[in-house]
């Protein structure tokens, strides 16, 4: 059986995602796709031979689609999962699943009453090589119980709409999902702390910060989301626990000796540097169609990083610690 996609969104995302379905994800074809831009719509989806639709509800509403990927602009995603869900049709959302963390929560109870997972959201950090393997080490118990967490996302520069509140909402929040995911629990407080900013910056935005969580068990983990660094796309992260570390490797790179100087690139871009990941992500997300049982992160995982990037934020404005305002997770996404 071949699952047959329909993309609403041809932005970079969209367009990335219709390419990976078509050139290297085995079982799945573009069948339908929409864009607010609709003449991009159709540019696209005539290199792909797919057809062309005026709107995301037309997407969803195609008898021919079986399931959905949603790439359009933020605020669009909760009425497309939520119509997803109504239609009964797997959806793949990138992140966000929702920009409030209200639509999140009603994406979980409509999934909740339809009795069935229906939805993945794109954290695709959960599946890079590197990520994996630090997950494994840690379940396994190879370094004890996990005491502290250091993160570092970087990125070379941003564009001046980037203001900040995105370090938590549009930076951050794969950190978010990762350490919840790496440490198998929920994180219960947020503070920031705003270092001396960088003169390479616009004058509206705090870069770098350093967010500090806490977990349920009392783990401790930093996050500095520096958006300005210069030098490229830099993603760190180290576990620190009781009878060893593990720390994420560097993607494979060639090692250039020369001239008295040993130099390795360092990616400038997230699509090169996930780019395997996504390639795994969405291979893995079509097989969870196939196979009729959702497997990747999920709606609650969404919501819960929704309340925690909201009380984040909080944090930025306030200059205190913050508690993290979850409820229990519900037996339906255990």
């Known amino acids: 059986m071949t699952v047959q996609v329909g993309v609403i969104g041809t932005g970079m995302i969209g367009q990335e995602h219709i390419r990976r379905l078509t050139d290297t994800v085995a079982g799945a074809r573009v069948s339908t796709v929409s864009d607010v831009d609709t003449e991009r719509a159709k540019e696209v989806a005539s290199g792909v031979d797919a057809s062309a639709v005026d709107t995301g509800q037309e997407v969803i509403d195609d008898p021919a689609v079986d399931a959905v990927l949603v790439a359009s602009w933020g605020p669009t995603h909760a009425e497309y999962v939520l119509a997803a869900i109504e239609a009964g049709k797997y959806v793949f959302c990138e992140k966000p699943l929702a920009t409030t963390a209200e639509d999140c929560r009603r ?3 409509a999934e909740m009453a339809g009795g069935r997972r229906l939805v993945q959201v794109g954290f695709m950090r959960r599946y890079d ?11 396994s118990g190879s370094i004890g119980a996990a005491l502290l967490m250091h993160c570092a996302h970087r990125n070379a520069t941003v564009p001046e709409a980037y ?7 549009d930076t951050a929040i794969h950190e978010i999902d990762t350490v919840r995911w790496l440490l198998n629990e929920e994180i219960r407080s947020a503070q920031v702390l705003k270092p001396r900013t960088t003169s ?8 770098p910060q350093v967010l500090l969580f806490e977990t349920a068990s009392g783990v401790r983990v930093d996050v500095e989301v520096f958006v300005n ?6 993603i760190r992260c180290e576990t620190v626990g009781e009878r060893g570390t593990l720390t994420l490797p560097d993607p494979h790179q060639m090692v250039l000796r020369s001239d008295f100087q040993v130099r390795t690139h360092v990616h400038q871009h997230w699509k090169t540097r996930f780019a395997e990941a996504f390639d795994v992500e969405l291979q893995e997300w079509v097989g969870s169609v196939l196979d ?19 009380a984040t934020v909080q944090a930025l404005h306030s200059g205190r610690v913050v508690d993290v305002p979850l409820p229990e997770r519900p037996a339906f996404y255990a």
């Open 200 to 207: 390479l910056r616009f004058e509206h935005l705090q870069d």
């Open 163 to 169: 203001h900040s509140e995105m370090a938590t909402h």
């Open 129 to 139: 090589t590197g990520y994996r393997a630090m997950k494994d080490a840690i379940d």
């Open 107 to 109: 994406i979980v109870d």
């Open 292 to 310: 009729g049982e959702m497997a990747g992160p999920g709606s609650w995982d969404g919501y819960a990083a929704a309340v925690t990037a909201d």
């Open 229 to 234: 660094c210069q030098y490229g796309y830099d």
